[in-house]
């Protein structure tokens, strides 16, 4: 059948198994918007008040739902607005779609009225990124962009589309989506030499990685550090692999992790690295990180094998295919003496109380989320304090339920995150989880969440400054708070009122519970303004390049 360019995008976008996509409309994306009108019933479209906005929430969607998330924007400033989004996606191996709109092709490299050559602007932050010249290479080229997203390590793919290919007509014959790669293990021999180390391992932990949730590998996961009876110290991106209610959850690694979890990484003699990158928020001083340990990595890109620490062996391959493969033929392993000594070493600083304030305290807040939200219901965040407050005292119980930017830390990420989480998942309750720098990033969005009754929680954790800057500023820099304290006055509940938005505040102690009991019984978008203290610090902190024995606990 005879079809325009336009036409074709969404027949392609049916194939693919996409029923909602994101984004803003604009004169170069006209055709493609006109066939979405069209295409209407198949196919949802949610209008964002910005484009970053869209690639967020597209990100959000795809990080909750486990598939592929689909932006679509105009050209020039339209498709630039997406780059952050994109790279926030890559960092973390989150599956996008990008479909762009251009001048036509006539007009391609004229400096004509918002070109701009959006696909080699994004090349170092996508997999790929393909201009489409002609209509006939329309279908194929969507098709690739997907299969791309999907297999290996996951991550963004853009396609830029001229308005003459949209409107041109060409032949088109529907497909079968592309049945994902088989990626099979590249050294099997190492599943013996990695099992051999387990068996005579005395103190074994597992590091575990987004690498499990990517690859949906949470049971698989679970059934693996049962097995081997090893602590699970995990990072920002692997919270939810496992719950965190589980006895060998021992919780967030790095930074701001525990003193539990660096101690594992201390005087552990065994370390597995599950999906997980070493990063430089997890790995400190790379040199000294597991120094007295064998190390394993379990892992799908050849390009993280020795690339941040040195390991003594490694399996590359689908986490799945190599947790399985692991578990076969091994016995099960018992190490109760470690585990006793990793429990000790959680009660460490209990004599250590929470801090005296007249102030609302983050942990007091984020215990009551805890009470009130439900263990599929899903957590968003922005980037500062508030993130590692999350990861620190947020339970996780369910794989896809935390959506946080992991390896970029995009301020103004969490607004569009949530929609597309709630968007996809109109049964459960959506909680944003932000503070007041990162919230300015982004609140345009809040016309989102009420234009298509979203019900998300907001909850500002207001400082009134920027939090994670200004303790650095107070831990590194004599306390110079260079640009850290903007005296905004903005009110975020009279705000969100202006967008039409419930509002509420949260100023003492006594308003935590029933405020927030309040908004989960409405139904429908709210913002909370919490009045946290700007003193308020993320402890524990290992300081940049550092190890535990360094560790800060008061500041």
């Given at each position: 059948m005879q079809l325009t360019g336009a036409?074709?995008?969404?027949?392609?976008?049916?194939?693919?198994g996409v029923d909602t996509v994101f984004g803003y409309p604009g004169g170069a994306a006209l055709n493609t918007y006109?066939?979405?009108y069209k295409y209407s019933d198949r196919i949802k479209h949610i209008l964002t008040a910005h484009e970053q906005g869209a690639s967020h929430a597209a990100d959000g969607y795809a990080r909750s739902t486990g598939r592929t998330g689909v932006v679509m924007t105009t050209s020039g400033p339209g498709a630039t607005n997406i780059v952050t989004g994109l790279a926030t996606a890559n960092i973390d191996s989150i599956p996008v779609v990008a479909i762009t709109g251009n001048v036509t092709t006539d007009q391609l490299g004229r400096d004509s009225f918002q070109e701009v050559d959006i696909v080699d602007i994004v090349k170092p932050v996508t997999k790929a990124s393909f201009l489409v010249e002609k209509v006939e290479d329309l279908a194929p080229t969507i098709r690739r962009a997907f299969a791309l997203a999907r297999q290996g390590r996951k991550g963004p793919v853009l396609v830029d589309v001229p308005k003459d290919?949209?409107?041109?007509?060409?032949?088109f014959t529907p497909a079968e989506p592309a049945k994902p790669e088989i990626f099979e293990i590249k050294n099997p021999e190492?599943?013996?030499?990695?099992?051999?180390?387990?068996?005579?391992?005395?103190?074994?932990?597992?590091?575990?990685?987004?690498?499990?949730?990517?690859?949906?590998?949470?049971?698989?996961?679970?059934?693996?550090?049962?097995?081997?009876?090893?602590?699970?110290?995990?990072?920002?991106?692997?919270?939810?692999?496992?719950?965190?209610?589980?006895?060998?959850?021992?919780g967030n690694i790095g930074m701001h992790g525990g003193y539990e979890t660096g101690m594992a990484t201390a005087e552990c003699d065994l370390m597995i690295a599950c999906g997980a990158r070493f990063s430089d928020r997890v790995a400190g001083d790379r040199e000294k990180?597991?120094?007295?340990?064998?190390?394993?990595?379990?892992?799908?890109?050849?390009?993280?094998?020795?690339?941040?620490?040195?390991?003594?062996?490694?399996?590359?391959?689908?986490?799945?295919?190599?947790?399985?493969?692991l578990t076969v033929g091994l016995e099960q392993q018992s190490h109760s003496e470690w585990l006793s000594q990793i429990e000790k070493w959680k009660h460490h600083f209990d004599s250590k109380k929470l801090p005296d304030s007249e102030y609302p305290l983050p942990q007091e807040i984020l215990q009551a989320v805890n009470e009130i939200k439900a263990d599929d219901d899903i957590i968003a965040t922005d980037v500062g304090q508030h993130q590692m407050w999350v990861a620190q005292y947020s339970k996780i119980e369910k794989s896809k339920t935390l959506l946080t930017s992991g390896g970029m830390g995009t301020m103004g990420f969490g607004m569009g995150a949530s929609i597309g989480a709630q968007v996809s998942h109109p049964d459960k309750r959506v909680f944003l989880i932000t503070g007041d720098g990162s919230f300015h990033m982004n609140l345009n969005e809040l016309v989102t969440l009420k234009s298509y009754d979203l019900p998300v929680i907001v909850i500002v954790m207001n400082n009134q400054v920027l939090g994670m800057v200004r303790q650095w500023q107070k831990l590194f820099y004599e306390s110079r708070f260079s640009q850290t304290d903007p005296h905004r006055a903005t009110d975020f509940a009279a705000l969100a009122e202006a967008f039409g938005v419930d509002g509420m505040r949260i100023n003492t102690k006594a308003d935590i519970k029933p405020v927030l009991q309040k908004a989960a019984e409405l139904k429908k978008p709210v913002v909370i303004d919490c009045r946290i203290s700007p003193d308020e610090n993320v402890l524990p902190m290992i300081p940049p390049g550092k190890t535990v024995n360094e560790i800060v606990i008061e500041m």
């Open positions: 036409e074709i995008i969404c027949e392609c976008l049916i194939e693919q006109d066939a979405l290919v949209t409107a041109n007509k060409t032949e190492s599943i013996r030499v990695v099992q051999d180390l387990i068996r005579n391992a005395k103190r074994p932990m597992i590091y575990a990685g987004g690498g499990i949730l990517s690859a949906n590998a949470g049971d698989e996961f679970k059934t693996f550090a049962e097995l081997i009876d090893a602590p699970v110290c995990c990072s920002l991106m692997g919270l939810g692999c496992i719950p965190a209610s589980h006895p060998l959850c021992v990180f597991g120094e007295q340990a064998k190390i394993v990595q379990l892992e799908i890109d050849e390009k993280e094998i020795n690339k941040n620490v040195r390991v003594d062996e490694y399996v590359l391959g689908d986490i799945k295919d190599i947790l399985i493969a």
